[in-house]
C-alpha cells in the first residue's frame, strides 16, 4: 500500500508566522531622537532631557552646546574650529535638535522632600580664625601626619599648618596662585598650585617640589592640577606622581615619573577633562599597583587605570555617570561587611552652566558584585553635595557619613549644608538626619577627620570658602564677608 501523505500545513503555517514575526522589525526612532543620541552622546553619557527643565536647555545649556560643535552654515566667530575635533552637524539637523530637546524638557524639576532632621548631639562645635582676615579662603585641608595639625592652604597661595591644640599657623611655603594639594612622603615634599582657579583654558598651574627650605618648579606644564598623590606604583624605589589635571574644557591624568637626570617625565593616562581625585588600589589582585580616577567634566566615571607592565596602564570605566551629575567626591568602603569594596559618592558640583537646584544631586551607594562591577543601592537626596566621610564615628559597628554641601538650596533647604547620617540600620539603609545648630555660619567647602583630642574617637574638621561660585542670599554673604571663620572643629562627645 503507498504510504499516505503527511500533513504539514498547520505546522508549516505556524512556523512561518513565527518567522514573519522574528522579522518584524522594529519601529524607528523619530530623527529627532536618532539626532540626540548621535550628538549627546558624543563625548558623554546622554543627560535625560528631563533632567533639566527648558529655560536651562534654552539659554545656558543649548548655547554651549553649540560652541563645541561646527555647525555648517551657521557663522561661528568665537572660535577657531578644528577638523576632527568638534562635531559636524547641519543647520536643519541643530534646529531640529534644538526644538526636539526644549519640546520635551520639564517647565521645572521635581522637589525634592525635606528630610526629618535632628539638631547634632554627638558633636559639639567650636570655629577658628587660620588669619586675621575677614572672609574665608581655604582651598586645601587635610590631616597627615599629626592628630591635632591640620595642613592648610588658600586662595592666596599660602601653604602652612595649624596647631588646634595650640591655636597657632605656621606657614611652609608662599606661593602665586591658590594651593590645592600637598604631598609629604619619604622626605620628599610636592604643592600642587591651581594657577587660575575659575574655569579656563589658560595651563597656569605648577607642581613645586620642596626640599628643606629650597623650592624647584617642575617645569612642566600643568592645566589647573587639583589633586596630586605620591606613590611608588612599581616598587622601584622610586615615588611616582598622580596629577589630576582639572583643566575645563581640556585637562588631563598624568602621569610623573623620575628620569636618570632626577627631574621628572611626563606621561598622560587620560586626555580628558575633570579628573579630580586617585586612590591607589589593586583592583584585579594580581600583585601591581593600580591607578582608580574619579572624572568630573566631559565624561564623568570612576576609571580603573590597571597597571599590566612596568608604569603601563589600561583602562576602564567601572562607573560612568550623567553630566549634570556632577560628581565631586567618592570613597572605597565595606559598607555592608561582605570583604568586598563598595563605592560611596558624592554628586552636587552645580557651579556650571546648568545651575538649578536638582533632585538627583546627594549621596549614593554602590555595592560591589565582586567583580568590579557596581550596583547602586541606595541613594541620599541632598542638593549640592560635595564631599563626603564614610566612618563608623557611633562605634556601633556600622558606617555613618558626615555630608558638606557646598551649593545647598539656601532658599527652601538653608539647614542642609552640612548633615551626619547615624546609620540605624545597614540592612534597610536607615539613617536619621543631624544637622548643624547654626548651618548657615559659613559656606563649608572641604572635610576631613582625625581623632583630635586623642580620647579614641574620631572628630570632623570643616573648611569654608567664600568664593562666589553661585547666588547665595545676600544676608549671607554679607554675614561671611564680616565674620573670620576658616575652619569648625566638630569634637566627637562618644568618649
Same mark, same amino acid.
Given at each position: 500500500?503507498? /504510504?499516505?501523505?503527511?500533513?504539514?500545513?498547520?505546522?508549516?503555517?505556524? =512556523?512561518?508566522?513565527?518567522?514573519? *514575526?522574528s522579522c518584524k522589525k522594529e519601529k524607528p526612532e523619530p530623527k529627532e531622537a536618532q539626532l540626540y543620541s548621535k550628538y549627546c552622546a558624543n563625548c558623554h553619557l546622554p543627560p535625560k532631557i528631563d533632567a533639566l527643565p527648558k529655560n536651562v536647555w534654552k539659554e545656558y545649556v543649548l548655547p554651549a552646546m553649540v560652541e563645541r560643535m561646527e555647525v555648517e552654515g551657521l557663522y561661528q566667530d568665537n572660535n577657531v574650529v578644528e577638523d576632527g575635533f568638534r562635531p559636524k552637524i547641519t543647520l536643519k539637523e541643530w534646529a531640529q535638535l534644538e526644538t526636539y530637546i526644549v519640546s520635551n524638557a520639564p517647565e521645572h524639576l521635581e522637589a525634592i522632600p525635606m528630610p526629618q532632621t535632628d539638631t547634632l548631639a554627638q558633636f559639639k562645635t567650636k570655629t577658628y580664625s587660620l588669619d586675621d582676615k575677614n572672609g574665608a579662603m581655604v582651598t586645601y585641608l587635610e590631616f597627615l601626619d599629626k592628630d591635632n595639625e591640620i595642613y592648610y592652604g588658600d586662595l592666596s597661595g599660602n601653604l602652612g599648618t595649624? /596647631?588646634?591644640?595650640?591655636?597657632?599657623?605656621?606657614? %611652609? @611655603?608662599? !606661593?602665586?596662585?591658590? &594651593?590645592?594639594?600637598?604631598?609629604?612622603?619619604?622626605?620628599?615634599?610636592?604643592?600642587?598650585?591651581? *594657577? &587660575? %582657579?575659575?574655569?579656563?583654558?589658560?595651563? +597656569? !598651574?605648577?607642581?613645586?617640589?620642596?626640599?628643606g627650605k629650597d623650592t624647584l618648579s617642575m617645569g612642566h606644564d600643568f592645566h589647573r592640577p587639583v589633586h596630586t598623590l605620591l606613590e611608588d606604583l612599581n616598587n622601584d624605589g622610586s615615588n611616582e606622581l598622580i596629577v589630576s589635571e582639572f583643566g575645563n574644557e581640556s585637562g588631563q591624568l598624568s602621569l610623573m615619573m623620575v628620569n636618570d637626570s632626577g627631574g621628572y617625565d611626563k606621561k598622560i593616562l587620560l586626555n580628558l577633562p575633570g579628573a579630580i581625585k586617585t586612590v591607589i588600589k589593586d583592583m584585579n589582585q594580581d600583585g601591581k599597583k593600580d591607578i582608580v580616577a574619579l572624572m568630573t567634566q566631559s565624561r564623568e566615571s570612576i576609571t580603573v587605570f590597571y597597571q599590566t607592565e612596568n608604569l603601563v596602564f589600561e583602562a576602564e570605566n567601572i562607573l560612568e555617570f550623567s553630566p549634570v551629575f556632577g560628581t565631586s567626591w567618592f570613597e572605597f568602603v565595606d559598607y555592608n561587611g561582605d570583604g568586598l569594596e563598595d563605592i560611596i559618592t558624592v554628586q552636587g558640583d552645580n557651579a556650571d552652566i546648568s545651575y538649578v537646584h536638582k533632585p @538627583?544631586? *546627594?549621596? +549614593?551607594? @554602590?555595592?560591589?558584585? !565582586?567583580?568590579?562591577?557596581? =550596583?547602586? =543601592?541606595?541613594? @541620599?537626596p541632598m542638593h549640592g553635595a560635595t564631599r563626603v566621610l564614610s566612618r563608623d564615628f557611633d562605634q556601633d559597628g556600622d558606617l555613618d557619613f558626615a555630608l558638606i554641601s557646598t551649593f545647598p538650596n539656601y532658599q527652601e533647604f538653608p539647614e542642609l549644608t552640612f548633615v551626619y547620617l547615624e546609620n540605624k540600620d545597614s540592612d534597610s539603609f536607615e539613617f536619621t538626619t543631624n544637622i548643624l545648630q547654626d548651618p548657615s555660619m559659613a559656606r563649608w567647602f572641604l572635610m576631613d577627620t582625625s581623632d583630635i583630642d586623642n580620647d579614641g574617637d574620631e572628630d570632623i574638621v570643616l573648611s569654608s570658602l567664600t568664593l562666589g561660585f553661585t547666588p547665595v542670599p545676600k544676608v549671607l554673604t554679607e554675614r561671611w564677608k564680616n565674620n573670620n571663620v576658616d575652619i569648625m572643629v566638630l569634637e566627637n562627645v562618644l568618649y
Open positions: 500500500m503507498p /504510504n499516505k501523505p503527511v500533513i504539514l500545513y498547520p505546522l508549516f503555517s505556524f =512556523a512561518f508566522l513565527i518567522l514573519m *514575526g595649624f /596647631n588646634l591644640d595650640e591655636e597657632e599657623s605656621t606657614p %611652609i @611655603y608662599k !606661593g602665586k596662585s591658590p &594651593i590645592t594639594w600637598y604631598n609629604k612622603k619619604d622626605s620628599m615634599e610636592i604643592i600642587s598650585e591651581v *594657577g &587660575i %582657579i575659575r574655569p579656563s583654558e589658560l595651563v +597656569r !598651574g605648577k607642581m613645586i617640589r620642596k626640599v @538627583y544631586h *546627594g549621596m +549614593r551607594i @554602590y555595592l560591589s558584585n !565582586g567583580d568590579n562591577t557596581y =550596583a547602586e =543601592a541606595f541613594f @541620599y
